[in-house]
């Protein structure tokens, strides 16, 4: 007598299986969940060492509004106004409490409330960053392939030599290269200042053409520089090259169909890696062209001692960073669906 297997019932159809059964029956919703988790306790130690150094750094906000010559007792009266004689711990409770639910508090030099304070900045650094990455990924990866292409040839020579000269110079003195040529010598592009989008689409770009080439143009070489030399050992090293190679797939269609697919996975964790210090490099970079964003209003908010605005500024970048890496964790199982993240 032959055993009569019971029909399996899908999981997702199942009516005894509850929603949040059938939410984490994915591997990618689990991978979600699971960096989500992670994140929570990854932004409260940068909250907390945040605010632990800027405890380190002598002096107040009521000190930097009232001057040196203001007296003790002025001082320790603005204290007690902008809530700074309370205990570090007490200060950081209470931050943290409005944080949690969506109150950033008010800013300790201006009195506004932090929130505005972002959502008028952000669209600018926002901006900057996405200009900076966009252009130099999309000039890195077809520079990189006609590197790759025929190592050691012309082109070759070319990107290395750029590659070598745009990571030996650090983004800010770029930054006073390009405004003295372009700018002060030429007088194509404006030297400093931010035009909203309102204003016209070509005067907000041209202000930005500037500062997004400092910090997007040392992100170019090291793209470029990194998926060359990746490709190249690949089209050199793997076996699925000259199997391909030997059915008579031509140069251009292994390096692109097969070499860049397997390529991308490391470029893709690159630039997730480089996120940061993209991010990181906005603070210097408005500052040089004064460029009203986050960047710059961390830097003004560090030298008030103005702890509030600063640990809005550093949560906001520390978010950015671990959606970051979420978004690269995701888009490896897009270009590969044979990853599975069930068993992380």
Known sequence: MTATATPRVPVSRDPRVSPLSRLTASPVLRLVVKRLLMAIPIMLGVTVLTFWVLSLIPGNAAQQLLGPEATPEDIALLEQQLGLDKPGVVRYFDWLQGAVTGDLGNSLVSRQPVSEILSARLPVTAELVFLAFVVSLVLAVPVALL??????????????????????????????????????????????????????????????????????????????RFLRGDLVDQMQQEEYVTTARAKGVGSWAVLIKHAFRNSSFGLITIVGLNLGALIGGTVIIEQIFALPGIGQMLLQAINTRDFVVVQAAVVIFALVAVVANLVVDLLYAVLDPRIRYGSR
Not at 153 to 164: E, F, L, P
Not at 181 to 205: H, K, Q, R
């Open 147 to 224: 590197a790759a292409h025929k190592p050691g040839g012309v082109m070759d020579r070319i990107s290395m030599m750029i590659s070598t000269l745009g990571l030996s110079v650090a983004n800010y003195v770029l930054a006073l290269l390009l405004v003295l040529v372009f700018a002060v010598s030429l007088g194509w592009l404006p030297a400093i200042g931010y035009t909203p989008l309102e204003d016209g689409l070509w005067a907000n770009l041209r202000g930005m053409i500037l500062p997004s080439a400092a910090i997007g143009f040392p992100l170019f070489c090291y793209y470029t």
